[in-house]
């Protein structure tokens, strides 16, 4: 029997990716829970040069970055294509939005919703087409994976900061796809509690800011 073990976090999007695609494709593994400030010596030996989650093991050879773990699942298990690609990594925003919690003033929080918008802005005028339900079409491909889970961030980010950032006015196109994409069945049921996330970010901010 092949044996898969994910070493994440239940609160990281890039967690997130790596479990919805486990899920997509009806790969059994085992779930093991880091503590992101007192990591286990297993992660510590599967990842020792950027000591980071997620880590996939996989018949003891372990897979580290979220996208890379991604494709890789979609490689070895062909069942529920996912056709890998990065064509639209670099809109992700992800920069911006860490740049978001690690505020520490008005003006750096105003600036770093500006610079996300501006991601979000070229996302909704040339990523979305008003025919497609899923980048990948009728069905979720890598694309959603990545997307879906900077948006749940986002969104997070929103209520934790009291903040909006994804307006529907401005991004209808994002709008629609995100409630397509978290209402998708696989997805729904593996997502993180959205109080439980947002209680635990404002923790995470306050111990980053009382640390620099």
């Known amino acids: 029997m092949t044996d898969i073990k994910l070493h994440g976090f ?5 967690s997130m990716r790596v479990k919805w695609t486990l899920k997509l494709k009806n790969i059994p593994y085992e779930d093991i829970e880091e503590d992101r400030f007192n990591m286990s010596a297993q992660l510590l030996q599967y990842n020792p040069v950027h000591k980071k989650t997620p880590v ?4 003891g050879k372990p897979i580290c ?6 494709e890789y699942i979609d490689q070895i298990w062909p069942q529920n294509p996912l056709r890998p690609t990065n064509a639209y990594e670099k809109a992700l925003a992800v920069p911006a939005i860490a740049s978001l919690v690690r505020c520490s003033n008005d003006i750096e929080k105003e600036n770093a919703i500006e610079k996300i918008k501006e991601h979000l802005r070229v ?5 979305f087409t ?10 979720i491909n890598i694309v959603d994976i990545a997307f879906g889970s900077v948006v749940k961030f986002l969104v997070v980010l929103e209520d934790a900061f009291e903040v ?3 307006e529907y006015e401005k991004f209808p196109h994002f709008h629609s796809w995100y409630n397509n994409f978290k ?3 696989v997805i729904k049921e593996n997502l993180p509690d959205q109080d439980k996330m947002v209680t635990f970010l404002k923790f995470f ?5 009382a640390s620099s």
């Open 10 to 14: 239940w609160y990281s999007p890039f």
């Open 56 to 59: 996939l093991v996989h018949d």
């Open 65 to 70: 970055e979220s996208m890379i773990i991604v």
């Open 123 to 127: 996302v909704e005028d040339q990523c």
């Open 130 to 139: 008003e025919e497609k339900k899923f980048f990948g079409g009728d069905t």
């Open 164 to 166: 909006k950032i994804l």
């Open 183 to 185: 209402d998708a069945p």
């Open 205 to 209: 901010r306050e111990k980053i800011l």
